[in-house]
């Protein structure tokens, strides 16, 4: 049995740019935006490489590991919707391709969480439209 999923789904403000990495992360694959121009990777994804300023952007699949990069832990969220969640962890992971992504970090107890610990990207089919992209840890 599956219960309606109640909480906040993303909003991406520019679609066209962030498309391929929703699109990728319900087949289940972490994809990052490089610049042909400058060969960098860089998320979050938008119309302009954020080193060189060319819009020459193209996707690159990567392997969804990193290492905890940041952390807190969130016992009174933003958004009521979260409430069932308390206590979580909001986290800045540091991709081994470079990039560094905000994302939860799942299946560990909050006391667990250590910086630089290995992490590994999980995919939450949270709807049949939306995959959130999670951390575990590696
Ligand atoms: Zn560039």
Not at 42 to 63: A, G, H, K, N, T
Not at 80 to 104: H, K, T, W
Request: charge should be neutral; proline fraction near 11%.
């Amino acid at each position: 049995m599956t219960t309606e999923y109640r909480k906040p789904l993303p909003n991406p403000a520019h679609w066209p740019a962030s498309k391929p990495f929703w699109e990728a992360a319900k087949r289940h694959e972490l994809v990052m935006p490089r610049c042909r121009r400058c060969d960098k990777l860089f998320f979050y994804p938008r119309e302009v490489c954020p080193y060189c300023l060319q819009s020459d952007i193209d996707w690159q699949q990567v392997s969804g590991r990193g290492r905890l990069y940041s952390f807190t832990v969130i016992h009174q969220p933003a958004n009521a919707a979260f409430l069932d969640d308390v206590p979580y962890i909001y986290a800045m992971v540091q991709l081994d391709e470079g990039p560094r992504m905000i994302s939860n970090l799942v299946d560990i107890a909050p006391a667990e969480a250590k910086v630089d610990m290995p992490v590994v990207a999980v995919f939450d089919d949270v709807t049949p439209e939306w995959t959130l992209v999670k951390f575990r840890p590696a």
